[in-house]
């Protein structure tokens, strides 16, 4: 079958209908894919990157739908967003997940880093708050595993 990934157009969309992986699965199973040339730059996969899992890259979203027998894209949510997540960049939704985590009492801790590709391949990353460093983590889970001991 020839699969077909377009670029997404909705605003601030940055997710991609296949990632790499999922096209070298695919090829390997005797499938084709096709995918619209920086379908994957809003998470950081480059059309090389693509065309290495075995993927063939076309230059327009006209391309991909004319041509393929498939469609993959990204599906909005069928389940009820919280509100403090619309207008919410994906770090500040994370941010808000993990502390909703806490406060609710499903976790005990929560630690949330942040890094661009650059700092993360050098092993820097950023905190958004104290609450959620691994600092806090850390100190956290050793107090507990100290009432085990």
Do not use: N, W
Request: with cysteine.
């Amino acid at each position: 079958m020839l699969i077909g990934v377009p670029t997404e157009i909705k605003q601030d969309e940055h997710r991609v209908g296949l990632t790499p992986t999922s096209v070298r699965e695919l090829t390997v199973h005797g499938h084709q894919v096709l995918v619209q040339s920086k379908a994957g730059a809003g998470i950081g996969v480059r059309d090389t990157d693509y065309e290495r899992a075995g993927a063939t890259i076309v230059p327009s979203a006209r391309d991909v739908f004319a041509k393929a027998e498939m469609v993959v894209k990204v599906k909005e949510p069928h389940f009820k967003v919280f509100p403090e997540f619309v207008g919410a960049s994906y770090m500040r939704r994370y941010e808000i997940f993990c502390r909703k985590l806490v406060l609710e009492r499903h976790y005990t801790v929560a630690a949330f880093i942040s890094s661009t590709i650059e700092e993360g391949l050098q092993g820097s990353f950023s905190t958004p708050a104290a609450d959620l460093s691994v600092e806090h983590f850390a100190k956290t889970l050793t107090a507990h595993l100290a009432a085990f001991a």
